[in-house]
């Protein structure tokens, strides 16, 4: 059973510019969520993407927003891009059961800005 | 807002040497997991408790979620240098969907 793929691995971006990173889930997640991890602030919750609508919202500006398609594949696009976006940028593909919640990351894509 | 409280931030032992992490909050989850991050890479899930009480043993990793489902531990016996990397302990809230709240994480090293 294939993980969960996310590409590009690694972008460098000019302040200003904007970006598209994609999110391929676990065969069968419906769920797709996004996080940005930086080394001051940890893993923090961007969004959350559930047969094609928006779940759950963190706390980031409207910069950020994303999107998931009826494949369940899914994007988060970052607009007018600034210095401390530079993260390492995780998906997570969900399954929700008598197990509770279990997300699986991929192996993320690490945004640089310059 | 649910937080998550995880604790040491660091720490580095010696090969042999058997460790504890805590994660505590005052928010009740309804699952917590924990998960191992390498550099550059993204978390790999190891365990999921569910049930007040619960534990779980993976080897030499022991987990165990709390009576009331507020808190977690993760106790490693006789650890190795292949044990080393970034615990991370995340909870799902119930009432959130997939959204998890993670600890800062634990930075383990295990020296030779």
């Known amino acids: 059973k294939a993980g969960v793929t996310q590409t590009p691995r690694y972008l460098i971006k000019t302040r200003g510019q904007q970006v598209t990173l994609s999110c391929s889930p676990i065969s069968g997640h419906r769920s797709v969520s996004w996080y940005q991890q930086t080394p001051g602030q940890g893993l923090q919750f961007l969004f959350e993407y559930f047969s094609e609508t928006q779940r759950n919202k963190g706390n980031f500006p409207g910069r950020f927003s994303g999107r998931q398609f009826s494949n369940s594949r899914s994007e988060m696009n970052v607009s007018t891009l600034e210095l401390g976006d530079s993260a390492l940028y995780l998906c997570?593909?969900?399954?929700?059961?008598?197990?509770?919640?279990?997300?699986?990351f991929g192996q993320g894509t690490r945004l640089t800005v310059v | 807002t649910q937080l998550l409280e995880q604790s040491p931030q660091f720490l580095s032992i010696q090969e042999g040497e058997n460790l504890t992490v805590y994660c505590n909050s005052s928010?009740?989850?309804?699952?917590l997991q924990w998960y191992r991050q390498e550099p550059g890479e993204g978390p790999v899930l190891l365990v999921t408790?569910?049930?007040?009480?619960e534990v779980k043993k993976l080897k030499r990793l022991t987990f165990q979620f709390g009576d009331a489902r507020k808190d977690s531990s993760l106790h490693i016996t006789a650890a190795q240098p292949g044990d080393t990397g970034l615990y991370l302990c995340a909870g799902a809230g119930e009432t959130s969907g997939s959204r998890l709240t993670f600890g800062e994480g634990t930075q383990l090293t295990v020296n030779p």
């Open positions: 997570a593909s969900s399954l929700t059961g008598v197990r509770g919640t279990e997300a699986f």
């Open positions: 408790v569910v049930t007040g009480g």
């Open positions: 928010s009740v989850f309804s699952s």
